[in-house]
C-alpha cells in the first residue's frame, strides 16, 4: 500500500535519482527520498542512487521524490585535436549570378550565359517579391543565387602551436565538463599522426 499526497501544480515531477556514470560512492548527502547506496559502493550508470519513495514508521510507501548531492569516485576521459594546417579562402573576381521565377508554384530558371568552372565556390542566396509602385505585390517571387569563386589558401601550424591549440581546447572543455570537481589524478597524451595533433587526457575526479 502507498500513500501519495494530492498532487499541486507548482510540483516538479517526481522521479527518482540514478547514476550518469560508472562509479564508487564517496558520499550521498539525501535531501528528500531515500538512499539505496552506501560509501565505497560500485554503481553502473543508470543504477538507482536515491529513491523517490520513503517508508513511514507504519511500513507504508510513500512518494515524496528524491533531492540529494551525490558525490562518487569516476574516470573520465577527454580528447582534442585538429589537423596542423587550416585552409584560407582567397576570394577571386569571378562570380555568377543566376535567377529562378518561382510562379504559382513552379520554378523557372532564367537563362544564364556564363559557366561555373571546376572550383571553389560560396553561394549566397536572396529572394525578392516584385512590387509595382513599391506597394502592390505581383504574384510571383524572384530568387537569386551569387556564386563567388575562392582559392583555398592552405597555412600549415608548426607541431608546437598545434600541441598549444588543442591543449587550450582540452583545458576548456575540461572546465566546462567538471567544473569545481575534485580532480585526484590526471594522466596526459600528446601525439602527432598523419598530419593530425591529438592530446587525450584520464582524469579520476569526484
Not at 577527454?78 to 518561382?102: D, H, Q, W
Not at 523557372?108 to 512590387?131: M, R
Not at 602551436?161 to 570537481?181: F, H, M, N, Q
Amino acid at each position: 500500500e502507498s500513500e501519495i499526497p494530492p498532487p499541486r501544480e507548482d510540483m516538479a515531477p517526481i522521479s527518482n535519482i540514478v547514476a550518469k556514470r560508472d562509479g564508487i560512492i564517496e558520499r550521498v548527502d539525501s535531501l528528500k527520498g531515500q538512499s539505496v547506496v552506501e560509501k565505497g559502493q560500485i554503481v553502473s550508470k543508470g543504477e538507482l542512487l536515491v529513491s523517490a519513495v520513503i517508508k513511514t514508521r507504519k511500513e507504508k510507501e510513500l512518494l515524496t521524490g528524491a533531492r540529494a548531492n551525490v558525490f562518487a569516485r569516476t574516470q573520465r576521459v577527454f580528447k582534442s585535436g585538429m589537423a596542423l594546417c587550416e585552409y584560407k579562402k582567397k576570394y577571386t573576381e569571378n562570380f555568377i549570378n543566376r535567377y529562378t521565377v518561382n510562379i504559382i508554384g513552379r520554378s523557372i530558371p532564367l537563362p544564364c550565359f556564363k559557366s561555373i568552372k571546376n572550383g571553389y565556390f560560396d553561394c549566397e542566396s536572396t529572394v525578392i517579391t516584385p512590387k509595382v509602385f513599391g506597394l502592390i505585390e505581383l504574384p510571383f517571387t524572384i530568387k537569386k543565387e551569387t556564386f563567388r569563386e575562392y582559392e583555398r589558401e592552405v597555412i600549415k601550424i608548426s607541431q608546437a602551436e598545434g600541441k598549444e591549440k588543442v591543449e587550450a581546447r582540452l583545458s576548456s572543455l575540461i572546465e566546462k565538463e567538471l567544473g569545481s570537481a575534485l580532480i585526484l589524478d590526471k594522466k596526459t597524451e600528446f601525439k602527432i599522426a598523419d598530419g593530425y595533433a591529438e592530446i587525450t587526457c584520464n582524469i579520476e575526479c569526484i
